[in-house]
């Protein structure tokens, strides 16, 4: 008989905790008590560690599709514009984690994929 799993919450957590749990043959049953996903923090910043964990989660396309990969990521001074400190991204971060950096919505993040099914790995 397979193993189920009762999971409390559609975040982020939530979401990966099921697809997690799906891919090893899991049956999921997932609640979200929230009737529409309200925004909290409109945009979500992606480290190379969680790109490369959805990208073995067969995830690769579908964010490549919602997502953006910058090149570089600035701070400036908010009244001169001057910038203050540059960290490059874009393919360096992808030779030295082996994954980009990505931003990305988070409606776009926890929306469905590929009419809700399971992606193909
Ligand atoms: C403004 C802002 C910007 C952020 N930017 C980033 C970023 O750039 N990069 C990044 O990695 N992280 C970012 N974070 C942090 C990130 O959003 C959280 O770490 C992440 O959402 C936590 O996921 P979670 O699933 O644990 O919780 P949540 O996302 O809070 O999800 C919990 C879910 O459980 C549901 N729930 C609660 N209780 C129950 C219940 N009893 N029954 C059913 N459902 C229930 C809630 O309705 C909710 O949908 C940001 C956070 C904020 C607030």
Redesign the pocket.
Known sequence: MPRRVLI?????????AALACARAGWGVRL????PV?TE??A?????PN?VRVLNAWGLGDALTAVAAFPECLQVRNAVSGATLAELPLGQRTVRHYGAPYA?VH?GDLQGPVDGGRLPAR
Do not use: M, W, Y
Request: charged share 10%; hydrophobic share 45%; no cysteine.
């Open positions: 409390a919450g559609g975040g982020i957590g939530g979401l990966a609640l979200e008590r929230a996903f909290v923090g945009g979500i910043q992606l480290g969680v931003t988070r």
